[in-house]
């Protein structure tokens, strides 16, 4: 297999992971305001976070290695240890590498020493989730430019990807809160009431997390391809990319509004007529197709990410 195919599908495994490491216990700590809602804490539990935790440490280091071996045009097993040693000490990739694996490391033992404390756990694992998540802004164009302007394109890719870390990790614990408000052996009703109120909580928090990817998605692309560039960008492989990726963003936009304005509403009016078993299938067919959607734009993000936006052929 290409190497350049194994990068992408290793970014994308990285990214998709740290996003959920940060994402899944931020969702539990601003969802966890009253003991009616302790029971999102049985469905992120802690020992997934430490999964992903331990797949986050072992992606990290594979990425890196085929970075490395991208950039030295050699087979990952043939590349030189002394030309690793100073890509890992002497690059910024080689810092943020360090920094976001020990920020994993540091998450780890907490998942055990805080089970008792869940608010401290979900916020520690949230915080370290960040650290881990904003470093990744070092392996891609953000890091490319410098000055004035190359501070401004890194800032906005870190708060770009922490407003993305933020909105699928509520497609996936929303996903994961609404398949279980589907279960037969649960009570349909607490369930819905549980699904709405993780719902309602998320309006406001994603509200933010959408205006802010809207506004650094501006900065990035205004800083990459240019204003005057913006028409041409059908001519090459980053362009159509970029505008598949706009296209399916979009759509995740529709189905967040539908979500918030249209679908959760009716949870809330079903509760009062016992009939909520109908209104929860529609938003979870609804978050289903969110989360698919949100998987295909992490792919092509992977992708964009190798590519030199001023090329102009595919």
Known sequence: MDLAVVLIAARFALYLDLMLVFG??????????????????????SSTISILLLAGIALSAFSFLLIAAVMSDVPVHEIDRDALRAMLD??????????RTIALLAALPLSFLLRAKPRTWWALASGLGAVALGSLAW?????ADE???GLVHLAADIVHLLAAG???????????????ANKECDDPHDRAILAHRGLDDFSIVGTISVALLIVTGIVNSWILVGPANFLSLPASLYGRLLLIKLLL??????????????LTPAIKGSLATGQSAA???????SVAVEAILAVAVLML????GTLDPLATSA
């Open 24 to 45: 899944l216990p931020l969702f539990s700590l601003y969802t966890l305001r009253t003991a009616g809602q302790q029971a999102s804490v049985d469905v992120i539990r």
């Open 90 to 99: 002497e690059t910024a990739i080689g810092t943020a590498a360090k920094v």
């Open 139 to 143: 392996t891609g164009h953000g890091a």
């Open 147 to 149: 000055g004035r302007v």
């Open 166 to 180: 933020v909105w699928i990790g509520a497609i996936a614990a929303l996903f994961l809160l609404l398949a279980r």
């Open 249 to 262: 963003f979009a759509g995740m936009l529709g189905l967040a509004a539908l979500n918030r304005f249209r």
């Open 279 to 285: 209104a929860v299938s529609s938003i979870s067919y």
């Open 301 to 304: 993000v992977a992708w964009i």
